[in-house]
């Protein structure tokens, strides 16, 4: 298993600034992503988090919007720049285990923008 | 592109047997997997299929038929606590070329005395 940790768990912002969420997980493990959700909605996949190179993004997300890092095996942060109130959501750190398909989550940062 | 639907509520009687079923289209399928989510918490793993069949653990099973491109979570003596959401996700490629877990628009259980 794996244990996840996310720092803020919650956080009110300006329109305009930038936050960043930091996810620390308690093994190295090789596959890292980042979610986004909307309180009582589906889970949508923002990026894949790799190490060492640059994060992979879905479509719809963009690296000038959403900068990821993933310095090592067990951590990684993503920013939202230039906020604004569309951007307010849940955002969740998950990972997989090699050789399964079990994914766990991190309990998530919850953003309001104003 | 990935699509799931899924029924978006259900409420069932405690100690009592509901079926949430799930229904994908996807380019690329390693599986169907299950996730339970409690307001406020984290998604939390169930089951995994990649193969025809139902497989059991506990009170809750999951079924897949590739073919038909279906699945569905059994939850058997329903309780209070699994009150929740139910999201069946499918393991596939993504348009970007790598692994990706797509998520349901999920199911909201309530269970009933």
């Known amino acids: 298993s794996a244990v996840i940790s996310q720092k803020p768990s919650r956080d009110i912002c300006q329109r305009g600034t930038s936050l960043t969420i930091q996810c620390q997980v308690d093994s190295q493990v090789t596959m890292m992503f980042w979610y986004r959700q909307q309180p009582g909605q589906s889970l949508t996949l923002i990026a894949t988090?790799?190490?060492?190179?640059?994060?992979?993004?879905e479509s719809g997300f963009v690296i000038d919007k959403f900068p990821i890092s993933r310095p090592n095996l067990t951590f990684s942060t993503l920013t939202v720049s230039n906020m604004s109130p569309e951007d307010s959501s849940i955002y969740l750190c998950?990972?997989?285990?090699?050789?399964?398909?079990?994914?766990?989550f991190g309990p998530g940062t919850r953003l309001t923008v104003t | 592109g990935q699509s799931l639907e899924q029924p978006s509520e259900v409420t069932a009687v405690e100690g009592a047997i509901v079926q949430i079923n799930c229904t994908y289209q996807t380019s690329g399928f390693y599986g169907l997997s299950w996730y339970q989510q409690h307001d406020g918490g984290a998604p939390t793993f169930l089951s995994y299929n990649a193969l025809d069949g139902l497989e059991e653990t506990g009170r809750f099973s999951s079924f897949l038929s590739r073919s038909d491109s279906y699945g569905y979570l059994l939850l058997q003596e329903l309780q209070m606590k699994d009150s929740a959401s139910y999201f069946c996700?499918?393991?596939?490629?993504?348009?970007?070329?790598?692994?990706?877990?797509?998520f349901g628009k999920g199911t909201k259980l309530s269970v009933i005395p």
């Open positions: 998950s990972v997989r285990l090699a050789g399964t398909y079990e994914q766990y």
């Open positions: 988090a790799n190490q060492g190179s640059e994060a992979t993004y």
């Open positions: 996700a499918v393991s596939g490629l993504s348009g970007a070329g790598s692994y990706q877990l797509t």
